[in-house]
């Protein structure tokens, strides 16, 4: 199985600045098979990126996804207030899909 | 517009079964893989099954093969999922999402439901 790992866990910044979200694989993962999401309290996911850096329909382009192999990142360029929430990278590979543990994107 | 319903959640004892339901609307249900995916109280989020547009395919977790079961009625436009010999671990928010891969599956998802809650309690 393959084990994804967040960081950091929780990430405290301000309206306005960058937001950087890592996401490491445990073994190499394909670009085609890695995808982040957004999640607010009581709420389902969001799909905010797909194939590492695709963005899904109707999300801003102050998201953008990077990475190959077993390094992914998360880029919010310029956080607005409703960007502040908990953040899930996740893969297939091998016939098992894996989430990552989440950031939490909380305000400074 | 897309839309995944859940229902079927509810508290259960240890041991004993329940049957999820997602009903769908505002797309061609029977060209879509659909998931199911569930997240503990506080914690995060874990895949549970998958089943092809037709049907014929079927993939499980671990923590759940043997036990849990996917299924959907194209007739019906609905999803389920039968659990079986429930454990506390279980308990969770179970949320029913679309694989956007249409007759393929690309394994993310694109949809999802606004999720029912399952408590495995005696």
């Known amino acids: 199985e393959i084990v994804l790992t967040q960081s950091p866990g929780t990430l405290s910044l301000s309206p306005g600045e960058r937001a950087t979200l890592s996401c490491r694989a445990s073994?190499?993962?394909?670009?085609?098979?890695l995808a982040w999401y957004q999640q607010k309290p009581g709420q389902a996911p969001r799909l905010l990126i797909y194939?590492?850096?695709s963005r899904a329909t109707g999300i801003p382009d102050r998201f953008s996804g990077s990475g190959s192999g077993t390094d992914f990142t998360l880029t919010i360029s310029r956080l607005e207030p409703e960007d502040f929430a908990v953040y899930y990278c996740?893969?297939?590979?091998?016939?098992?899909?894996?989430f990552g543990q989440g950031t939490r994107l909380e305000i400074k | 517009q897309v839309q995944l319903v859940e229902s079927g959640g509810g508290v259960v004892q240890p041991g004993r079964s329940l049957r999820l339901s997602c009903a769908a609307s505002?797309?061609?249900?029977?060209?879509?893989?659909l998931h199911w995916v569930r997240q503990a109280p506080g914690k995060g989020l874990e895949w549970v099954a998958v089943i092809s547009y037709d049907g014929n395919f079927k993939y499980y977790a671990d923590s759940v093969k043997g036990r849990f079961t996917i299924s959907r009625d194209n007739s019906k436009i609905t999803l389920f999922l039968q659990m079986d010999s429930l454990r506390t671990e279980d308990t969770a928010v179970y949320f029913c999402?679309?694989?956007?891969?249409?007759?393929?599956?690309?394994?993310?998802?694109?949809?999802w439901g606004q999720g029912t809650l399952v408590t495995v309690s005696s």
């Open positions: 996740q893969q297939y590979g091998s016939s098992l899909l894996t």
């Open positions: 999402a679309r694989d956007p891969g249409g007759l393929t599956r690309y394994y993310y998802f694109d949809y």
């Open positions: 073994q190499s993962v394909s670009s085609r098979y």
């Open positions: 505002g797309f061609t249900f029977n060209n879509y893989a």
């Open positions: 194939g590492a850096s």
